[in-house]
């Protein structure tokens, strides 16, 4: 489907970033700081992260596991960023929007796009 490739390629780099910015509170503040709470959202931050990069790397190359990955991301990245960006503030509110909303948007797109395959073509 038109659009899949910047969709795919976006969702690799915001997947990295989130990943980055988690390991970044594990070590730094979870670990050389040894704080519990922070330690927990890194790493709830870094597996959200994750499921995002590897999503997107299911959607470059098509994969049938595609929506699946999107659909565990939504999962894990819609408390997390509810309790780390709204309730805890331990993200930003831009990476707190994207966070909430970019997987939400994956989402809807794979599924009217998997409606979409599955239609017979028009005579």
Request: net charge positive; charged share 10%.
């Amino acid at each position: 489907m038109r659009g899949q490739l910047p969709l795919a390629v976006l969702a690799i780099l915001i997947g990295a970033l989130a990943t980055t910015g988690g390991v970044q509170e594990v070590v730094y503040m979870g670990i050389l700081k040894s704080r519990t709470e922070a330690l927990e959202i890194g790493t709830f931050g870094t597996v959200a992260g994750i499921l995002l990069l590897s999503a997107g790397i299911a959607m470059l190359f098509r994969s049938k596991l595609a929506l699946t990955l999107v659909t565990a991301t939504v999962y894990v990245s819609l408390p997390f960023y509810i309790l780390a960006g709204i309730i805890k503030h331990y993200t930003g509110w831009p990476m707190t929007a994207i966070g909430i909303g970019f997987p939400l948007l994956l989402l809807l797109w794979l599924k009217v796009d998997r409606r979409g395959a599955n239609c017979p073509e028009p005579n």
